[in-house]
Every structure is written in structure tokens, then in C-alpha cells.
T-cell receptor, first 114, second 117 residues
Framework: AQTVTQSQPEMSVQEAETVTLSCTYD???????LFWYKQPPSRQMILVIR??????QNATENRFSVNFQKAAKSFSLKISDSQLGDTAMYFC???????????FGTGTRLQVFP | DAGVTQSPTHLIKTRGQQVTLRCSPK?????VSWYQQALGQGPQFIFQ???????QRGNFPDRFSGHQFPNYSSELNVNALLLGDSALYLC????????????????FGEGSRLTVL
């Protein structure tokens, strides 16, 4: 069975600084998909970034980028130029195939301070 | 374009009662998945529906059941409520490509907060 571990329950960062959220996962699959989702106080889960395991290049979306280390089963999220609106819970998630369910980690609460 | 809508947003029930939660998927989406998110935890997969059938199921008891209607909307039913069923219930919708392949891009609603007393 696949598992996703987020070892940082809480993180904080000052506005305009950079922060990295950690995620490790366990799977015996060779092809799979990894995601970071953001859940602000409004509760709606919003997709931040997605990585296909067969792609060696790390995904980037504006200020968000990932460091995908397949051999180490590590998938960290880097947020550059942090903004107050980035304050939220961040969940790392694994999907075995595009028809499959999402398996979430326990989340990291990120607080961005002015 | 309306996203995923869920109702009700909040509800309170007592142990042993039954509850029905509703979800309308994003326009153009035909697949609906339900997740349970306990306080301070990540969401846990309950089940997935498309073509009006349950396609996958997570590790939840039979007290949790669902339905998908011809217009792709969905209901989650929970019978014989327990205190431990208190959680945020999230609905996520997605679409399939012309060949029936899933896109893997899930859009979530804001959830229904269920409190069981």
C-alpha cells in the first residue's frame, strides 16, 4: 500500500522569503503522479502543482516548484517570494494512476508573516 | 462556470441518525469522488462514481453508501451515525477524455461539515 508522510506539522515564513515543505512517500510503482494541494481556511482544496513520475524535469508553476527525487521517494515544494495569501494547509498527495484515488499526507500548516 | 458545489455546508446530527450530502460536479465533469477529512488530518478516500456506478471504494464500512445520477451529480449517505463520523466531507469531480481515460485533475468543493453529537 502506498503511504505519504509530511513530517512538518507547521512552518512559518516571512513575506517575500522562500520556504520548502517536505514530503516523502512509499510505493512499489514505477509510474505514478504526485501533487501538492493547498487548503485555505475557506476549506476548498486547490491544486498547486503536479508531477508525473516518468518526467525527470521538476515541475514549476510561477512561484511554486518541486524537487522530485524518485530514488529517494521525496517530493518537496518550494514557495518563492511568499505572500500572505499563501497562508494555508498544504497537502502532499499520491495517485497511482489517473483513474485512481488520491492518497494524502497529514498536511503542513504554513503561516506567512508580514 | 460554476465549480463543484456541495450542500449543506454545515449540519449537526445525533448518533444513530442518517445523513445525506449532495454534490454537483464542475460543468463538463462526469466523475465524482468523495473524501472524509477528520480534524487535523488529510482527506481519506471514500468512493468514486462514474457512469452511475461505484468504481472504487476506500476502507469505509457499508454504512457509507452513495449514488450518482444521470446528470453526474452525486449523493453520499451515512447511516447509523457515530461520533467518529464527525468530519469535513469533500466532493471532488474530474473528467475523462474521449477514450475514457481519466485526466487525473480533481476539482474540490468547499465541503460539508458534519458534526455528530
Amino acid at each position: 500500500a502506498q503511504t505519504v508522510t509530511q513530517s512538518q506539522p507547521e512552518m512559518s515564513v516571512q513575506e517575500a522569503e522562500t520556504v520548502t515543505l517536505s514530503c516523502t512517500y512509499d510505493t512499489s510503482e514505477n509510474n505514478y503522479y504526485l501533487f501538492w494541494y493547498k487548503q485555505p481556511p475557506s476549506r476548498q482544496m486547490i491544486l498547486v502543482i503536479r508531477q508525473e513520475a516518468y518526467k525527470q524535469q521538476n515541475a514549476t508553476e510561477n512561484r511554486f516548484s518541486v524537487n522530485f527525487q524518485k530514488a529517494a521517494k521525496s517530493f518537496s515544494l518550494k514557495i518563492s517570494d511568499s505572500q500572505l495569501g499563501d497562508t494555508a494547509m498544504y497537502f502532499c498527495a499520491f495517485m497511482k494512476s489517473l483513474a485512481d484515488k488520491l492518497i494524502f499526507g497529514t498536511g503542513t500548516r504554513l503561516q506567512v508573516f508580514p | 462556470d460554476a465549480g463543484v458545489t456541495q450542500s449543506p455546508t454545515h449540519l449537526i446530527k445525533t448518533r444513530g441518525q442518517q445523513v445525506t450530502l449532495r454534490c454537483s460536479p464542475k460543468s463538463g465533469h462526469d466523475t465524482v469522488s468523495w473524501y472524509q477529512q477528520a480534524l487535523g488530518q488529510g482527506p481519506q478516500f471514500i468512493f468514486q462514481y462514474y457512469e452511475e456506478e461505484e468504481r472504487q471504494r476506500g476502507n469505509f464500512p457499508d454504512r457509507f453508501s452513495g449514488h450518482q445520477f444521470p446528470n453526474y451529480s452525486s449523493e453520499l449517505n451515512v447511516n447509523a451515525l457515530l461520533l467518529g463520523d464527525s468530519a469535513l466531507y469533500l466532493c471532488a469531480s474530474s473528467s475523462r477524455l474521449a477514450g475514457g481515460h481519466h485526466t487525473g485533475e480533481l476539482f474540490f468543493g468547499e465541503g460539508s461539515r458534519l458534526t455528530v453529537l
